[in-house]
């Protein structure tokens, strides 16, 4: 009765999500500060009458407010709940039966049961050229159709530079999503390969899970070539993006200087925290995201620094296996949290 593939299949495990209320939670790259004011203000003069009604399928105010933001045109803007969603959808509307999926290796492990929810091969890129600062166009297999390009990275925080990834782009004959779930806290970002003109698989996507506090609204978009955007269109279900939802992002998304000045708090927090890592004898990748991803000095005890953490209402995260195994991967706070996990590390 249940398809082949998906008995086989291994389920994504998302961070958990403690119901203890003095938890540090520091496992699933949340925003430790507030969402705007205005998404509250929403929330409380919203008419309930507008949710007897179905919500606008096209969604038309929230993508010209984002289309606007981003220098480009709403026919070019497509929104999703959340950008899990968007990845999902990518991986019916640009892979056919015998092609693959790639993205670097590691990476958000979400797509490789993305691949094996389609029912194709996942395809990892290692990612030590990134390290030595070169990139660029490495082999890929001739079946890799779409390209999932995490940027900054997820769990290593690395960053590639916009020049590197439009030539990995020029290079690759597939559709490229850069994923940039975490790009407000970075330096730079992507979002001129997909607003350029000449540009035809190019799509950057963006989520108001992190820098805009908003991960249980579940929004996210992605801008890109009109043909790509339009194919997403075409296979979304009709009301993917709830009233409330955006209603709330729309008010999000026009408070940019709310959010500016979240990442720079979390900027902030995240260099001062890096180098008291570092002063403890932990090995820490120079990271552009709202987290670390950092080893201890004794990396075989990772794992049992993780479940020590969380035995002391700690929670980080660990990802098992030969190249990461060796770390954890710490969400940025605020002060006082990182405060408390050094304590508990000395402690520990
Ligand atoms: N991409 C990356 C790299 C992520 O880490 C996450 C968050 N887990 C997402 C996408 C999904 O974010 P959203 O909340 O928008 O679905």
């Known amino acids: 009765m249940i398809a082949r593939h998906v008995r086989k299949l291994e389920a994504y495990t998302p961070g958990e999500q403690p119901k203890a209320k003095n938890v540090v939670k520091l496992n699933t790259n949340e925003n430790p500060y507030p969402p705007s004011p205005a998404c509250a203000k929403v929330l409380k003069d919203f008419d309930l009458d507008r949710l007897r009604r179905y919500p606008d399928p096209v969604f038309a105010e929230l993508r010209a407010t984002l289309a606007a933001l981003n220098g480009t045109t709403p026919d070019r803007v497509f929104v999703g709940n959340g950008s899990d969603e968007i990845l999902a ?167 940019q200087k709310w959010m500016k000045a979240n990442v720079a708090k979390v900027v902030k927090t995240r260099a001062w925290f890096e180098t008291e890592l570092a002063a403890r004898g932990w090995d820490v990748i120079p990271s552009e995201a709202n987290f670390v991803f950092a080893k201890p000095p004794c990396p075989q005890k990772a794992a049992a620094l993780f479940a020590a953490l969380k035995a002391k209402n700690v929670f980080v995260r660990y990802f098992k296996g030969p190249k990461t195994g060796d770390r954890l991967r710490i969400t940025i706070g605020t002060d006082a949290q990182m405060k408390r996990l050094l304590k508990e590390i000395e402690i520990g």
């Not at 297999?141 to 030539?167: C, K, Q, S, W, Y």
């Open 89 to 255: 959808l990518a991986a019916r509307a640009f892979v056919e039966d015998g092609e693959s999926i790639g993205s670097l290796d590691p990476s958000y492990s979400l797509y490789q049961t993305l691949a094996a929810i389609r029912n194709v091969p996942w395809r990892g890129l290692e990612t030590g050229d990134e390290r030595r600062g070169g990139c660029a166009t490495p082999p890929l297999a001739p079946d890799v159709a779409l390209f999932l390009l995490t940027n900054p990275n997820a769990p290593t925080g690395e960053f590639r530079e916009p020049a590197d990834v439009a030539a990995f782009a020029k290079a690759f004959k597939g559709v490229v999503l850069v994923d940039e779930a975490y790009a407000d806290f970075a330096r730079a970002n992507c979002m001129a390969l997909a607003t350029a003109p000449r540009n035809r698989n190019v799509l950057v996507m963006r989520t108001f899970s992190k820098s805009y506090s908003l991960a249980g609204l579940r929004v996210g978009y992605c801008v890109g070539p009109k043909p790509l955007v339009d194919a997403l269109y075409k296979i979304k279900d009709s009301y993917n993006v709830d009233a409330v939802a955006q209603a709330v992002a729309l008010a999000a998304a026009k408070d």
